[in-house]
């Protein structure tokens, strides 16, 4: 670690033990604590990946995902939904990017500066921003389909729709919502509106009681004719698209972090469960529990599934943050499809494993193992499950095979090369001959 990235991980311990303390409570009560806010806030980690230049740390996706392992350590939930409030830094260095990538026109770029400019400073300013994308509607060919529709009207925007998964309902300043613009059907027509909290309109959906992290606020939302200023919004067509050309793999280039958040909690029950199992003791041998073959067996499994998971997560997070790129956008993004069920799945398996290891004891909701498998369970769904990235994977691969099966022969066979193989007038094949280099092959 340098310097600087020291410095932004001591931030990220100072927060710690309040979030740890706070996590049972919060889980048992499923909501979010309203002074985690003025908590993360206080200790500048709003801005963390924002650059300095607007008034943040300046960290990269490398402190990103070492804050989310560190929180989800202590608060899984808290670490879920501040690491969504870190992807909204993309809907601004990004579009920097395009715009020093030539990506934008120059009556386009004042539009688009303004409006990424917005985002950062915003985040470094304290705001807490939930990033809404995620709807119930689902479609064959995409992970995430919008539907909500954004209508000019004077004076900017009006916007309809509904928001299924966004951390952070009720809690963040400020819903930094995607929508399409009204006439377009494809991703050209995707934009990005800043909706105030309590803006007219802007309604909670029903509360989220679901099987994961309990304490994210995941409620989601309803715009009901909401109206946004012009200045608000980035509704440039095709400026969606252009930004995502500029993230190094998954997406908008920080995916990897919400697989930092499983592993850190994967390592706290593996940690709970190794130290329960070895300071417990048989009464009638006074061994460690931990020492019977059972239960070596489990230790063993539980740890080999968090080095799988580190494994993944660490050569992914190399992959995103070399320089020079070890590999070309395609590589990268075919071994995140690759890397995120992986790392989710084998997060699961410690918590599965954990629970066995615990017997009935530890068999409580309110329990280390039980909010740790229902907390990792949220994993094998979220953006994806592990069958649709391999699925992507493997179509990538066999369309680039198939294409390498098909190929035009040459007109006449290169110098040396063996010929095709005569047969006699009873069909039986001779044995090929070679042209030697230089000599005139048979008309």
């Not at 990235?389 to 493997?394: F, I, K, P, S, Y």
Request: negative net charge.
């Amino acid at each position: 670690m340098t310097d600087a990235e020291r410095e932004r991980a001591a931030r990220v311990e100072s927060v710690l033990p309040a979030l740890r303390a706070a996590a049972r409570e919060a889980d048992e009560s499923a909501s979010f604590p309203a002074g985690h806010v003025a908590l993360l806030r206080d200790a500048g980690l709003l801005g963390l990946v924002v650059p300095e230049r607007f008034g943040g740390l300046g960290g990269s996706l490398r402190d990103l995902a070492a804050a989310t392992f560190a929180m989800g350590t202590a608060c899984p939930s808290t670490a879920l939904a501040y690491f969504f409030h870190n992807t909204s830094a993309s809907r601004g260095l990004l579009p920097l990017e395009a715009i020093d990538a030539g990506l934008f026109s120059d009556d386009e770029i004042p539009v688009v500066r303004a409006f990424a400019e917005k985002v950062l400073t915003r985040m470094a300013g304290g705001a807490w921003l939930a990033n809404f994308a995620s709807e119930s509607v689902k479609s064959s060919t995409a992970n995430i389909t919008i539907a909500t529709t954004a209508r000019r009207v004077a004076g900017g925007w009006t916007l309809d729709g509904e928001k299924s998964f966004g951390c952070a309902t009720g809690v963040a300043d400020h819903y930094l919502t995607t929508a399409k613009l009204e006439g377009h059907d494809t991703a050209e027509g995707l934009v990005t509106f800043f909706v105030p909290r309590d803006a007219e309109g802007v309604s909670v959906r029903d509360a989220w009681d679901g099987l994961g992290m309990r304490a994210t606020a995941n409620n989601g939302i309803r715009l009901e004719n909401v109206f946004v200023p012009a200045d608000e919004a980035l509704t440039v067509p095709g400026a969606f698209t252009r930004m995502l050309q500029m993230s190094r793999g998954s997406f908008v280039g920080n995916q990897l972090a919400i697989a930092a958040v499983y592993t850190g909690c994967a390592q706290n029950v593996y940690d709970h469960t190794i130290e329960a199992l070895t300071r417990k003791t048989f009464a009638d041998t006074g061994r460690p529990i931990a020492s019977s073959p059972m239960h070596q067996q489990l230790i063993g499994e539980m740890t080999v599934q968090l080095e799988t998971a580190y494994l993944w997560l660490r050569y992914q997070l190399d992959l995103e943050t070399s320089e020079p790129p070890r590999r070309p956008k395609p590589e990268v993004f075919k071994q995140w499809r690759l890397g995120k069920g992986s790392v989710t799945e084998a997060c699961f398996q410690v918590a599965l494993t954990a629970f066995k290891a615990g017997g009935t004891s530890s068999a409580m909701m309110n329990g280390v193992a039980g909010r740790a498998l229902r907390d990792l369970a949220m994993g094998l769904v979220m953006t994806f499950p592990a069958e649709r990235g391999r699925l992507e994977v493997a179509r990538m691969v066999t369309s680039a095979r198939e294409n390498e099966l098909f190929t035009t022969a040459p007109a006449h066979p290169p110098a040396g090369a063996p010929t095709a193989p005569t047969r006699t007038p009873d069909g039986t094949p001779t044995s090929p001959t070679h042209t030697p280099a230089g000599a005139p092959t048979s008309p």
